[in-house]
C-alpha cells in the first residue's frame, strides 16, 4: 500500500525525468512560433479552405498566448492582450494566398511572420507583466507592437482591396479590422483592464480610414499601393494620438506629421501614373 502510495506521488516527478526538461516561457514562445509557422508554410496544400485555416490558425495563436502566459494573464485578463495576436496571424493567413505557389515566396513570408510573431509574443508578454508591475522595456514593447499593428494593417488592407468587393462591403471590413487594432494601439499606452478603452477616439479614428477607403476605392491605383497609402494614414493618426494622450502634440510635431503625409500621397500619385490601369 505505502509503495503504491509513493510510485503514485512521485509520478510527475518521472514524467518530468521522461520529457527531460520543462518549458519555460521563451522555449513556449519558441514551440508555437514553431508549430504556428509550420501550419502557416503547408496551409499551400489546401488552398481551396484558406480561410478556414487562417482562422484557426488565428484561434490557436491565442490559445499558444495563454499556454506561455497562463499566470500572468490570471492576475491580468484583459482581452486587449489577444486582439493583434489574432489579426496579426490572420492578415499573413490570408495575404499568403495572394502570393501564389512560389516556393521562395512563402519561405520569406514564413519566415517574417516567425520573426514578427516572436516579437509579438515578447511585447504582448511585457504589456501584461507591465499592467502588474513596472517593467523597463515598455516603450521598447510599445514600438514593436505598434509596428506589428501597421503590418498586420496593411495585409488585410491589400487582401480587401484584392477582392474587388462592392465599395460599402470594403469599406466595411476595412471599418471593423481597423477599429480592433487601432484599439490595440491605443491600448499599449493606457493598459487598462477594460474591454475597449477610449472607444470615442477608437471609433473616430477608425471611421476616418472608412471615409478615406470609400474615395480610394475609386481610384485607379494597385490594391498594394492603396493599402500602404492607408497605413501611412493610420501611422500618422496612431502616432498624433499618442502626442496627444503624452501631452507632447506641439506645433512643431504636428507640421512634422503633416509633410509626411503629404509624401506618402505624392508617393501613391506617382505610382498611379506608373499602374494607371489600377488593380
Known amino acids: ?47 481551396q479552405y484558406h480561410l478556414f485555416i487562417s482562422f484557426c490558425l488565428s484561434l490557436l495563436t491565442i490559445l499558444a498566448l495563454v499556454w506561455a502566459n497562463y499566470r500572468d494573464i490570471r492576475e491580468n485578463n484583459s482581452p486587449m492582450v489577444f486582439v493583434l495576436p489574432f489579426f496579426f496571424t490572420l492578415s499573413f493567413g490570408v495575404f499568403y494566398f495572394l502570393l501564389g505557389d512560389r516556393i521562395l515566396s512563402r519561405l520569406i513570408l514564413t519566415s517574417l511572420y516567425a520573426i514578427g510573431l516572436y516579437s509579438l509574443f515578447l511585447s504582448q508578454n511585457i504589456f501584461i507583466v507591465s499592467s502588474i508591475r513596472t517593467i523597463a522595456l515598455l516603450s521598447s514593447a510599445r514600438l514593436v507592437s505598434t509596428v506589428l499593428v501597421l503590418v498586420t494593417f496593411v495585409f488585410l488592407t491589400a487582401t480587401v482591396f484584392s477582392l474587388r468587393l462592392f465599395l460599402f462591403p470594403t469599406a466595411l471590413l476595412v471599418f471593423l479590422y481597423s477599429f480592433f487594432l487601432v484599439a490595440h494601439a491605443l491600448w499599449i499606452y493606457t493598459l487598462e483592464s477594460s474591454f475597449m478603452p477610449n472607444k470615442v477616439w477608437t471609433f473616430f479614428l477608425s471611421l476616418s480610414l472608412c471615409e478615406l477607403t470609400l474615395i480610394l476605392w475609386f481610384w485607379p491605383a494597385h490594391f498594394a499601393f492603396v493599402a500602404v497609402f492607408l497605413m501611412g494614414v493610420l501611422y500618422t493618426l496612431i502616432s498624433l494620438t499618442h502626442l ?25 500619385l506617382f505610382f498611379t501614373f506608373i499602374f494607371p490601369l489600377g488593380y
Open 244 to 268: 496627444w494622450f503624452e501631452k507632447k502634440l506641439f506645433k512643431s510635431s504636428l507640421w512634422e506629421y503633416v509633410w509626411i503625409s503629404l509624401v506618402i500621397f505624392i508617393i501613391l
Open 1 to 47: 500500500m505505502q509503495q503504491a502510495t509513493t510510485t503514485k506521488l512521485s509520478s510527475p516527478s518521472l514524467l518530468r525525468r521522461l520529457m527531460g526538461f520543462t518549458l519555460n516561457k521563451r522555449q513556449r514562445f519558441v514551440v508555437s512560433v514553431g508549430l504556428l509557422s509550420s501550419g502557416l508554410f503547408f496551409s499551400e496544400n489546401y488552398r
